[in-house]
């Protein structure tokens, strides 16, 4: 039986033994503990978990994150969504055919009364911004309830497995965001007032100025003097043909899969967006041993850092730039890819078609803030503010600093003695906000003696922790914010390899001459890929910064210090003539870039807008052209934007539809937003208790008792 | 620029303007629809859950839900459209001798009108409405005939077969002022311009006060507001509307079916009522609704709601519609105060207003219009609301 279970990941420590049977249309599996219905059946091969109740499509995994309802399947009867319901054991699973049935209840159950709350500040969301605020609120003695959806808090810190930008004073830079997460949620976890819901999801604010939370199946209403809404950002998605198909899904849904879950989810990879979320799932699918066919962009150079282009390209993934997707293909599930070349006006060059063999297809074209509750709060005037993501899309390390800054604000609002937020904070906030600056030519040292570091970072980004780690202090950046380029500007390398192994960007290497043979030099290079993959003694391909093959060189030499973080140091010796061009070693061979002879699989003929309803772009822009220019009429003879994953997904899309259509914006009447912004079982908001427990969450009655304490 | 002249007006592009614009169009009268909202059905039909019934009390409004109910039913073969009808028809049940009471009173008004509603036991209602608690059950009354289908689909059907019809519809346009001349109505002036008519139907449901204040008349409707859900799809596993008029703290009744796509809409009556205009989600309806739906129906504890909205009842101090031409204006039709069922009524009341614009009344017409006529005394409520 096939088992698609990552074993030996370079960096995240070997996952638990599967050990909770259940079944799949009967057939018998075993899930980790804790799994997710969606990781097991996808670490057994399986990823069309039902079929639409309008067109009978395949459906699979969609956002991994609990927003959509694309991944339902019956679980013991009941439809779920399989990407947030962990495997129980003996659970029997079955595809979700159509409309479910409502099967009748199985034991009786009892009401409780609904409870009210009162908090100082509700924290939704605990990834880097919410965590940051409520630690600066524990600080300052402020009552919080911070909730999460998912079981474990870091939010998107879970899945990044990489070193981080930034600097390492202000946002852990060089840590990886796994760690990041978890040196945060201690940190929280030390204030006892302070108190944490995770699998708590926020379905509505409403005009009480209330917060409706379901809590583990419970319905929970909390009353916030305040809130502060970090909920991160959801993935945009794209309107292309095949775009729905089973292996077709975000770069964010397939780190949960592979990162957080540790399955393979995927065997051959193509990747659509050259932002910092595509760059990166791309090369956290390297590491997972899943091949990466390639990446396309649309504009003339990736939006992302580029030293993660260059890591990419370095290891021999090709990057299509001034490429589009034309389609997914295949009859049930992904089966291949075709890009096109775009033109001057953004069109596709007829003749530039090119497919790739593939299984999955992963959509990176950007962020949206989740910033429905902001809205809702807003408009009923319950005090709010917005943290990370849900404020503006950037890096995490700038969620961690804007999440700092308005726990503090908060506090300060709530009457605590806090003192201003300093203005250097501010300052901070904003160079991590930065969008890459000036590319540069890259400078190659002139020396061939002694021992040095040689920068393979020619892009300004916030990054800076290079020049705090080097014991010597002899990295230096220019200017006094850390968005310069770092310089090495003495002799007195000693070696060490710090630098090398802290640089998120992998873009430092050492080179040594001193004990080299004549002719040759040792270089020191970070390799961050399963050990078993290179051992001493063997030979490596090497490749400069732009992908170019320099040779094949020996290895003399692997280790794995502490301080490298699961990194390997490989170092090689090679030929004066190139080892100071020397930036990475080529993990792809060529040939699975290579484009398929002819179509792999069917070209889908419909373009879907609204995944939940089944809408076509094309049905919606006839309805365009005869005169719609209401999104809510729009929905009303489509559906678009009706469905389970309650208008989440599609406006943006629709809206394009409007501008492709030639209609400006200020044109056309949005979307009326609607609470839920989840599907929630009538049961929850029923006070439902089921069997004979207790009537009300005992952990709710202790967290209420702790709270009047508090005050 | 001239100004353009309509034969007739129609202030409401929603669940009575609409079907009233088109049946004034089928009697070939040059017809202008104006809605201030930016496309059909903006205001109170998208709000509506799409129950269909002419089991009412009062005489008037069975027969308008009567003419309605065969609209409905009929217009996919007519008109191609697909409204998502269903028969399912209506139950009303009781677990209370008070509420067993009220119904079985009813039940002889209902049938002398000729409604085909019957009282039916607990094993039998168990058997129309598998599910229901049975604990307590006393009984309850199914009415076959009636059904549900979408206000959206509806009225937006209406609005293609209206165009078809020539109405001009102006949408995101507000009514200003209805310009009279010695008590006359000759035309409408509004935010973006004027038009020449004879004749305007006020049809504005929840804003009707503030169009018969423009008028220089008043109306005696003020809007409350009720909240209303939708679930996830499901097979289907109801039939009938299922309507709970057994009081409890903080609502009268409530009620849900099962729409033709395999959604539950409920919507519950708050107690006291909310007056106002006011249509923000408020917390208490989720926990309130689900307890007694849950109650009801425990197997609905698995279903999942997909989203809530507030609509808005234009309520009347009798709780009946007001339909007929003012006395006070000549050339002004009140199509108004629908009590929160204006779709199901829409068809009805529109094709009434047509044969009242063109002097084509019947004999039944006018008695309907007597009862619904805009001078009456405001009595007392109707008995099922």
């Known amino acids: 039986m096939p088992d698609f279970r990552i074993q030996d990941h370079p960096i995240l420590p070997p996952p638990g033994e599967a050990t909770v049977p259940f079944t799949w249309k009967g057939q018998s599996f075993l899930a980790r503990e804790g799994e997710t219905i969606a990781s097991a059946l996808f670490a057994q091969g399986i990823r069309t978990f039902g079929h639409h109740p309008k067109d009978g499509s395949p459906q699979g995994i969609f956002c991994a994150n609990g927003q959509c309802a694309q991944c339902s399947v019956i679980a013991d009867g009941l439809s779920v969504k399989s990407c947030m319901v962990p495997v ?624 | 620029m001239s100004t353009q002249v309509f034969d007739v007006i129609v202030v409401g592009a929603g669940s009575v303007g609409m079907p009233a614009a088109m049946s004034l169009a089928e009697r070939g009268l040059k017809v202008l629809c104006i809605d201030q909202f930016a496309s059909p059905g903006q205001g109170s039909n998208k709000a509506a859950i799409g129950g269909l019934r002419a089991t009412h009390s009062a005489p008037a409004k069975i027969k308008l839900c009567l003419e309605s109910l065969k609209t409905f039913a009929t217009w996919e073969e007519a008109h191609g459209d697909d409204l998502e009808w269903f028969q399912g028809g209506y139950v009303f049940v009781a677990y209370r001798p008070e509420e067993a009471r009220v119904l079985q009173d009813l039940l002889k008004v209902q049938k002398a009108a000729g409604l085909d509603i019957e009282w039916y036991g607990p094993e039998e209602l168990l058997r129309i409405v598998p599910g229901l608690q049975r604990e307590g059950l006393i009984g309850g009354t199914f009415s076959p005939g009636d059904g549900s289908a979408s206000p959206m689909r509806s009225n937006l059907a209406f609005y293609r077969r209206a165009k078809e019809l020539g109405v001009s519809f102006r949408f995101q346009e507000r009514v200003t002022a209805i310009i009279r001349r010695k008590g006359q109505v000759v035309g409408v002036r509004t935010d973006k311009g004027g038009y020449a008519t004879p004749l305007v139907v006020n049809a504005a449901g929840p804003w009707a006060r503030q169009l018969a204040q423009v008028a220089g008349l008043d109306a005696p409707v003020v809007p409350d507001c009720h909240e209303a859900g939708i679930t996830e799809p499901v097979a289907r596993f109801l039939k009938p509307m299922v309507v709970d008029i057994q009081p409890a703290p903080g609502s009268k009744n409530y009620y849900f079916h099962q729409s033709a796509l395999g959604q539950v809409i409920f919507c519950i009556t708050p107690d006291p009522a909310i007056l106002g205009s006011d249509r923000r989600e408020t917390s208490a309806f989720l926990p309130m609704t689900a307890q007694r739906m849950v109650g009801l129906m425990p197997k609905l504890a698995n279903l999942k709601v997909r989203r809530t909205w507030r609509g808005l009842y234009p309520m009347t101090p009798d709780g009946s519609p007001i339909v007929g031409r003012h006395p006070e204006l000549s050339g002004y039709i009140d199509a108004i105060g629908m009590c929160g069922q204006g779709y199901m009524l829409g068809p009805g009341v529109g094709s009434l207003v047509a044969r009242l614009a063109t002097d084509q009344l019947t004999p039944d017409d006018r008695a309907t219009l007597e009862e619904l006529r805009p001078d009456r005394v405001f009595g007392g409520a109707e008995a099922l609301k």
């Open chain 1, 88 to 711: 129980k054991p003996g659970m029997a699973v079955e595809p979700l055919e159509g409309l479910a049935s409502l099967p009748d209840p199985t034991e009786a159950f009892r009401h409780h009364a609904i409870e009210t709350l009162p908090t100082e500040v509700l924290i939704l969301g605990g990834g880097p911004a919410g965590l940051s605020a409520a630690i600066e609120l524990g600080k300052a003695g402020v009552n919080v309830i911070l909730v999460d959806d998912k079981a474990d808090l870091g939010g998107k810190l879970v899945l990044q497995t990489h070193k981080f930008f930034g600097s390492i004073d202000a946002c852990h830079a060089g840590t990886r965001g796994m760690d990041i997460g978890k040196k945060l949620e201690e940190e929280v976890r030390r204030f006892e007032q302070v108190r944490v819901w995770t699998e708590t999801t926020a379905l509505s604010v409403f005009s009480d100025r209330t917060v409706g939370l379901v809590r583990k199946g419970h319905y929970v209403v909390v009353q916030p003097q305040m809130l502060l809404v970090a909920t991160g950002a959801r993935e945009r998605s794209l309107v292309f043909k095949g775009n729905t198909l089973p292996g077709v899904y975000g770069a964010g849904a397939f780190q949960t899969l592979v990162n957080r879950d540790q399955v393979r989810a995927s065997e051959r990879l193509f990747v659509i967006g050259g932002g910092n979320v595509g760059l990166i799932a791309a090369y956290h699918a390297l590491q997972a041993g899943i091949q990466v066919v390639g990446l396309c962009e649309a504009a003339e150079d990736c939006g992302g850092y580029k030293v993660h282009k260059d890591k990419l390209v370095r290891m021999g993934v090709p990057i299509h730039t001034r490429h589009t997707v034309v389609s997914a293909n295949g009859k049930d599930e992904v089966e291949s890819v075709t890009i096109a070349q775009l033109d001057d006006r953004w069109k596709v060059i007829p003749g530039t078609e090119r497919t790739f063999a593939c299984d999955t297809v992963l959509v990176a074209v950007g962020l949206e803030p989740v910033d429905e509750f902001l809205a809702k709060a807003r408009e009923f005037g319950l005090p709010v503010a917005a943290a990370g993501d849900a404020e503006e899309i950037a890096e995490a390390s700038a969620a961690m600093f804007t999440g700092k800054i308005r726990g503090l604000e908060l506090a300060k609002a709530l009457g605590r003695d806090v003192g201003e937020v300093p203005l250097e904070w501010h300052r901070t906030a904003e160079v991590l906000k930065s969008r890459p600056g000036a590319t540069v030519t890259e400078e190659i040292p002139e020396d061939e003696r002694g021992v040095f570091p040689i920068f393979h970072c020619s892009q300004e980004i916030p990054c800076n922790p290079c020049t705090s780690i080097c014991p010597k202090g002899a990295i230096t950046i220019e200017g006094t914010d850390i968005l310069g380029l770092p310089m090495f500007n003495e002799e007195a390398c000693i070696a060490c390899e710090q630098c090398v192994a802290v640089c998120p960007g992998l873009a430092i290497t050492l080179v040594d001459y001193r004990k080299a043979p004549e002719g040759t030099a040792e270089v020191s290079i970070p390799y961050e890929f399963a050990p078993s993959s290179i051992q001493e003694g063997s030979t490596v391909t090497v490749l400069d910064t732009l992908g170019r093959v320099l040779g094949e060189v020996p290895v003399v030499k692997v280790r794995a210090p502490k301080f490298a973080d699961h990194a390997l140091l490989v170092k090689v010796q090679a030929p004066s003539a190139i080892a100071k061009q020397i930036a990475g070693i080529q993990v792809q061979e060529p040939w699975v870039s290579k484009p398929a002879g002819e179509v792999v699989g069917r070209v889908p003929d419909e373009e879907i807008v609204c995944r939940c309803e089944r809408v076509t772009a094309g049905e919606v822009r006839a309805w365009i052209r005869q005169g719609v220019r209401d999104l809510n009429e729009l929905k009303s003879l489509t559906r678009a934007g009706m469905g389970a994953c309650g208008g989440k997904t599609c406006p943006s899309l629709l809206k394009r539809l409007f501008r492709e259509e030639g209609v400006p914006l200020d044109q056309v009447t949005d979307f009326t937003k609607r609470p839920l912004v989840m599907e929630v079982p009538l049961g929850a908001f029923a006070g439902v208790v089921h069997g004979e427990g207790p009537t009300v969450d005992a952990a709710v009655v202790r967290a209420h008792a702790a709270f009047e304490g508090g005050l």
